[in-house]
């Protein structure tokens, strides 16, 4: 009867114990993961980099420097053509006689913006177009899915060629300097992913007894959908996003390179003024001589997209039900 009376009260001081909450958890263990930290870190200095890119690049971009094409980097003693490095352009000059370091600055702009801002189209389509797929069911969701099958056939990167070649000329294809028509390609045919996650989230927690509970009090199908379905599914689409930016920069960076990226810009108050792509194409162009304009952008999308990369990881592994409790 003792140990009755001890189990029962040893009960209620667990459940008066305070647990700590799911974020909480999964940000705790994020904070532990020290290649997801670094990640950020690295992340965090590039978009810095693009926010002050005007108070940190020591030239205008597209400013040709009469004189001093062909320049090494500092860390050169002398350059392929026999070019000696001047301290005044730190990461040397290219063909035109433009600031290596200053074009880098600047091209964080386009690639972090290219990163987040289509990704948030397609976290809009993919969250919403999920989340009435799965809970409508039926015919709802039979012809939602059809179309993201559809979707999900066509090649991206065929997709995103065809689309910058055709419209590419209009006024469409001429706003933000070629940007505008690159955001609304890497989203068209990008949202299939989270949609197909978040309608899988839906049919499971749909199901679940909090569920049936909201419905047995009155609660309307939106009020269901968007305060309590939609935050239970938010953990993979998290990981999701943490991916798929670093894949929006690449596809950026492909493009760029194949000349079909953002319009290259003469007017020097104009925010985006460069990319790393566009650098990547100018530096294989002059590869023997000037090898530095063609490896620092790239250098540049490498350590962005590994960054991500590990944070990608660490969200995943921060979130994973399975690990709740063992640290």
């Not at 950020?40 to 590039?46: L, M, P």
């Not at 490095?85 to 063909?95: K, R, Y």
């Not at 650098?279 to 304009?293: D, I, R, Y």
Request: hydrophobic share 50%.
């Amino acid at each position: 009867m003792m140990a009755e009376k001890t189990n029962s009260i040893s009960d209620l001081n667990t459940l008066d114990t305070p647990q700590r909450d799911l974020l909480v958890d999964a940000f705790y263990r994020l904070t532990k993961n020290k290649a997801a930290m670094a990640g950020s870190i690295i992340i965090a200095i590039f978009i810095l980099m693009a926010i002050f890119a005007k108070q940190l690049a020591p030239y205008n971009p597209i400013e040709i420097h009469s004189g001093k094409g062909f320049l090494p980097p500092v860390w050169l003693k002398e350059g392929p053509n026999g070019a000696i490095p001047d301290p005044a352009f730190l990461l040397g000059t290219d063909t035109l006689g433009r600031d290596v370091l200053s074009r880098t600055i600047y091209g964080a702009r386009v690639s972090i913006v290219v990163g987040f801002l289509p990704t948030i189209i397609i976290l809009v389509m993919g969250v919403t177009i999920g989340l009435i797929s799965g809970y409508a069911g039926g015919r709802v969701d039979n012809i939602l899915m059809r179309l993201t099958d559809v979707v999900y056939a066509f090649p991206d990167l065929l997709f995103f060629i065809i689309a910058m070649i055709t419209l590419r000329d209009t006024w469409f294809g001429q706003l933000f300097n070629g940007l505008a028509l690159l955001f609304c390609a890497l989203a068209v045919v990008n949202w299939v992913a989270v949609a197909r996650v978040v309608r899988g989230q839906v049919l499971s927690i749909k199901e679940k007894e909090f569920i049936e509970a909201a419905r047995c009090v009155g609660a309307r199908d939106l009020h269901i959908m968007f305060k309590h379905i939609m935050p239970n599914s938010l953990g993979p689409v998290i990981i999701l996003t943490a991916f798929s930016i670093p894949m929006m920069i690449i596809t950026e960076a492909i493009l760029g390179y194949l000349g079909l990226g953002m319009r290259p810009s003469t007017n020097p108050n104009d925010i985006f003024l460069t990319s790393w792509g566009s650098m990547l194409l100018e530096g294989q162009s002059a590869l023997n001589a000037q090898p530095w304009v063609l490896l620092i952008p790239a250098i540049c999308v490498a350590l962005v997209v590994l960054s991500f990369t590990f944070l990608g990881d660490g969200f995943r592994d921060a979130l994973d039900p399975r690990l709740q409790g063992t640290e």
